[in-house]
């Protein structure tokens, strides 16, 4: 399994940024993915995922604002940001075969990193 997270940069207060996640060595429509964020010193939060039926979940802080998306015959998953804050500023991970563990998501495999940096 490879996930490939991309689409990270810098972004003034108020601007919008797209990531995606390229996934490989599973069939993508299976599996629920998602989306989580860390910033150093600080625990991985979570952040939005998509089941395999297109139901879709966020953390309070980003409804309204994000939007993840799925486009299995690209093997893709998206994250649509708009109005980002500073306190968006993380590296934001891709990951699959999520699971609900009792009011928390896990992931059994995670993707690499990339970093949004929200700044004027």
């Known amino acids: 399994v490879q996930l490939q997270a991309s689409g990270g940069g810098l972004v003034q207060p108020g601007g919008s940024l797209r990531l995606s996640c390229s996934a490989s060595?599973?069939?993508?429509?299976?599996?629920?993915m998602g989306w989580f964020r860390q910033v150093p010193g600080k625990e991985r939060e979570f952040v939005a995922l998509i089941t395999s039926s297109y139901s879709a979940n966020y953390v309070d802080s980003v409804k309204g604002r994000f939007t993840i998306s799925r486009d299995n015959a690209k093997n893709t998953v998206y994250l649509q940001m708009n109005s980002l804050k500073p306190e968006d500023t993380a590296i934001y991970l891709c990951a699959s075969h999520l699971r609900d563990s009792g009011g928390s998501y896990t992931a059994r495999y995670w993707g690499q990193g990339t970093l949004v940096t929200v700044s004027s």
């Open positions: 060595g599973f069939t993508l429509r299976d599996y629920a």
